[in-house]
DNA sequence: GAGTTTGAAACT
DNA sequence: CAGTTTCAAACTC
């Protein structure tokens, strides 16, 4: 018998039912200004009632319908019931939602004011009297630890207390603030986009924020919502995100023309805000992010350049799609080439003339329509393309039932949660990319943008389309199949896989893994004894370090790299080891860390997910060139040219260090291993100022000590 | 635009 | 963990 469609969304959660959060986003706004051109519309935009229905149930689904029908009994009484049907005409539990009153309006309206003059100045004060007069009551401590509340608070019962503190000007954003505040205390950030949308009014959009959840996410510890390290996250899409940006461009220029120079001022007083905030701990990337986004945009841009100009506290923006605006999620949606429609448009430089404005039409073609078409998903799996990639559908999505969108924030966050389960890295970057490529690699093999050294995290398992096609994801990526791929057959452009199994154990340079392998009998034999030898650990060892920052998510991946080690022993010795070794990597601090910190959750992986994570695509194919000229020189043996421990190699290592593996027959995958994570963990935006960071560990170490800090 | 193919994701 | 089903994108016509 047919399951009925869409019910297992409904069996799976439910206690996910959709929890249509009334609050408008910003980022919606964000989206609209860019199109008219001006934020300053949404600035002095009274608050509109139609607006919010609007953007709360805008897309091209049944929520319109949803909207209009709830707009009418707003109209009525104030409130409205959303009874959203799925496709069998079966009735979700509606939400009850309460809708902004006129009172409550204009106060939010008179508190978004106070958000602004906060922006403009004031912001610290509200934060420092909170921090020194140590405001914090049980109650707003109690929410402060209870994101859920606070995210259902914030949304559906902002409007209550909008009432509420109608005459307490200022408690709103100082509450909210109080989030940050306390989070300089335990440096937890809010778990939750609602946290900081607070910050936002209702009839601001908050959905620039919302929509880059996983912007937010990024500045979070592993302590935090732990699905982030979605193409937010995603280097790879990312860097395609800029290549889409080169041929948005025009399209930007002409829709921000003008405007843009408002935008910039406002990105250049929020970066003043964010400074202080950030002293503070506070998390105002997310709001900084999408205005920075728009700045860095514009300036690259138009220089033609894909470098992003940093602030100095958030890296390049081209960095993840999570900094992107909303707006410009659809801007790049219209091409949103999730993967390989950049490649489209390198493999258009390479083409004939003539094939080249086919490519384009069809690029073209494409950009204008690019979104999810999903029907029977609710965007909310990862057969989703928006979800998987960790953005909200856009109205430009041609879905059904979508229940990817801000007002659903809860809901998706839920089945984020679901589908880290079952998947911790569910929403990793699907593309591993090499950190240290050079502009040369870049240019490699005709991909502009898409490093040599660049693989498929997983891998693909093509049987039929010789991965040269989209089908196929390693393809559909711009890169090369390597030898985590399972496909039959493989022809892809990009790089073939790797011919033989064996081949590749020779890297390892090991004499007694060549051994080993020698005496197995087929390349499937060598894989499995390989991958059960390297990956062999587990990381509950490492579930202390979990909710460290950077240099230690690094150490975290450096000892989750050494799968081989198989003792705790010789895991808190490598760790010492690359612990130093980490130093050396990065003066800074600010290790290439890939993944999310949340995503790399102790508490959510498991040997699988250390198994997926050191896949071989991830490992092995790239270790030779990902590592750097100075680290191959100091470290690594693992080259092609050292088939064996060479006892002339220089190892950086402490001698007790060596002394072991040298008795340690994997000594030097695990160094490859450690090094090649380190480096190629594609580059996770340093959210803080190193020092500040450094103090943040510190803190956090003392915090969070025997808290596996995630929850 | 409808129908088919394909392979990932989800499910059993 | 393997086999099957579901799903949506990619592709073809």
Known sequence: MRRVA????????????????????????????????????????????????????SGPTSHKETATEADDTNAGDGKAKVMVSDQTGEELPSASMNFFEVTAREKETERFGEFLQCLSGNVDDHVESDILGGTFSGEQHHEL????????????????????????????????????????????????????ESLVPPHVETRTISGSWQARNCSQTAKSWPSFSPPACESVRAAQNCGNRAVNSIVRSESMGSESSKVKKLGSNLHQQEEKLMSYGIPFLSFYGEIYSHLG?????????????????????????????????ATLCKGTMPSSEYADIVELNQMSPERNRKKAKYTIK?????????????????????????????????????????????????????????NPLAFAPKVVTNATNSPANMMEKGSLMKPSSSRHKKG??????????????????????????????????????????????????????????????????????????????????????????????????????????????????????????????????????????????????????????????????????????TLKNTCTPSTEGVKS????????????????????????????????????????PPLTPYSKSQAAIHQNDGDHKGSTGYQ
């Not at 249509?20 to 519309?41: A, K, V």
Request: charged residues 25%.
């Open 6 to 57: 869409g019910s297992d969304v409904y069996r799976q959660s439910d206690d996910i039912q959709p929890k249509p959060q009334l609050m408008p986003c910003f980022q919606n706004e964000i989206q609209s200004y860019s199109s008219s051109g001006c934020i300053d519309e949404h600035l002095a935009d009274p608050f509109n009632g139609d607006n919010i229905m609007n953007s709360s149930m």
């Open 145 to 196: 630890f209870s994101p859920q509340r606070y995210s259902k608070e914030s949304l559906g019962s902002h409007s209550k207390e909008s009432v509420k503190e109608a005459d307490q000007p200022h408690r709103g954003i100082r509450r909210h603030l109080h989030f940050g505040t306390h989070e300089t205390a335990s440096l937890c950030l809010p778990a939750r986009q609602t946290d900081f």
């Open 297 to 329: 945009y514009e300036q690259n841009e138009s220089q033609g350049s894909f470098s992003y100009q940093s602030s100095g506290i958030i890296q390049p923006p081209c960095d993840s799609l999570h900094l992107i605006p909303y707006e410009q999620q």
């Open 366 to 422: 494409r950009e204008g329509c690019r979104r999810c078409k999903c029907k029977r998903s609710r965007c909310l799996k990862l057969y989703c393309e928006c979800f998987a990639a960790g953005i909200y559908c856009l109205d430009t999505c041609s879905c059904e039932n979508c229940f990817n969108k801000p007002e659903y924030e809860e809901t998706v966050l839920d089945m984020r949660q679901v589908t880290e389960t079952r």
């Open 460 to 629: 693909c398992n093509c049987k039929k389309s010789k991965c040269s096609k989209k089908y196929c994801e390693c393809f559909q990526a711009g890169v090369g199949c390597c030898n985590g791929c399972r496909c039959e057959g493989c022809y892809n452009p990009y790089g073939k896989k790797p011919e033989t199994i064996y081949r590749r154990s020779e890297r390892w340079n090991n004499p007694s893994q060549e051994q080993q392998h020698s005496l197995l009998e087929s390349p499937s034999d060598c894989i499995k004894a390989e991958r059960s030898n390297q990956f062999s650990s587990t990381w509950e060892e490492l579930a202390g370090i979990g909710h460290l920052t950077p240099p230690s998510h690094c150490l975290l991946g450096a000892v989750a790299s050494s799968g081989s080690l198989n003792t705790t022993d010789c895991s808190k010795k490598l760790a010492g080891q690359l612990q130093q070794e980490s130093s050396v990597l990065s003066p800074s601090g600010y290790l290439n860390w890939n993944h999310s910190p949340s995503s790399l959750s102790p508490k959510l992986y498991g040997r699988e997910a250390l198994h997926e994570l050191c896949s071989d695509s991830f490992f092995c194919d790239i270790m030779e060139d990902a590592t750097p000229e």
């Open 645 to 684: 421990c060479s006892p002339n190699q220089k190892w950086v290592s402490p001698p007790k260090i060596r002394s072991h593996e040298l008795r340690s027959g994997s000594s030097q995958r695990l160094r490859s291993g450690c090094k090649f994570i380190l480096q190629d963990l594609p580059s996770f």
